[in-house]
C-alpha cells in the first residue's frame, strides 16, 4: 500500500506542475492576471481573473478522483490524466495546450 501512496503522490506532483507551467503561460498571454499555488483542502491554485476576481482550482489526475474530489467540495477540477512516462519537449507542449484549453473553458 505504501508503494500506491508514493506513487499516487508524485503522479500529483507531476499533474500539479504541468497546471503551473500551463497557468504561467495563460499568464505570461494576457488571459489571467496571476496566480498563485496554494496546496489546501479542496484547492491547489488561486487564480487571478482579469477583472480581478478569484478563481479556485483544484487538479487530479484521474477521473475517479476528480468525481470524489467534486462530492465533498464545490472547487472546479482540471483532469490531467497524467501519463506515467516522461513526456519528451514536442509531447508535453501538446500536453499543456490541452490543459489550457481545459481550465479555459472552466473560467467564468
Same mark, same amino acid.
Request: aromatic residues 8%; hydrophobic residues 30%; positive net charge.
Given at each position: 500500500?505504501?508503494?500506491?501512496?508514493?506513487?499516487?503522490? &508524485?503522479?500529483?506532483?507531476?499533474?500539479?506542475?504541468?497546471?503551473?507551467?500551463?497557468?504561467?503561460?495563460? &499568464?505570461?498571454?494576457?488571459?489571467?492576471?496571476?496566480?498563485?499555488?496554494?496546496?489546501?483542502?479542496?484547492?491547489?491554485?488561486?487564480?487571478?481573473?482579469?477583472?480581478?476576481?478569484?478563481?479556485?482550482?483544484?487538479?487530479?489526475?484521474?477521473?475517479?478522483?476528480?468525481?470524489?474530489?467534486?462530492?465533498?467540495? &464545490?472547487?472546479?477540477?482540471?483532469?490531467?490524466?497524467?501519463?506515467?512516462?516522461?513526456?519528451?519537449?514536442?509531447?508535453?507542449?501538446?500536453?499543456?495546450?490541452?490543459?489550457?484549453?481545459?481550465?479555459?473553458?472552466?473560467?467564468?
Amino acid at each position: 500500500m505504501q508503494f500506491g501512496k508514493r506513487r499516487g503522490s &508524485k503522479v500529483g506532483r507531476q499533474s500539479e506542475t504541468l497546471v503551473r507551467d500551463t497557468l504561467q503561460k495563460l &499568464k505570461d498571454s494576457g488571459k489571467i492576471s496571476d496566480f498563485e499555488e496554494v496546496d489546501e483542502p479542496g484547492r491547489d491554485f488561486i487564480i487571478l481573473l482579469l477583472d480581478g476576481s478569484n478563481f479556485d482550482l483544484e487538479v487530479k489526475s484521474s477521473y475517479k478522483r476528480a468525481k470524489a474530489h467534486k462530492k465533498k467540495y &464545490k472547487t472546479p477540477v482540471v483532469v490531467t490524466r497524467n501519463p506515467w512516462s516522461k513526456l519528451s519537449e514536442p509531447e508535453r507542449e501538446l500536453f499543456i495546450e490541452s490543459i489550457e484549453k481545459n481550465i479555459l473553458k472552466l473560467l467564468p
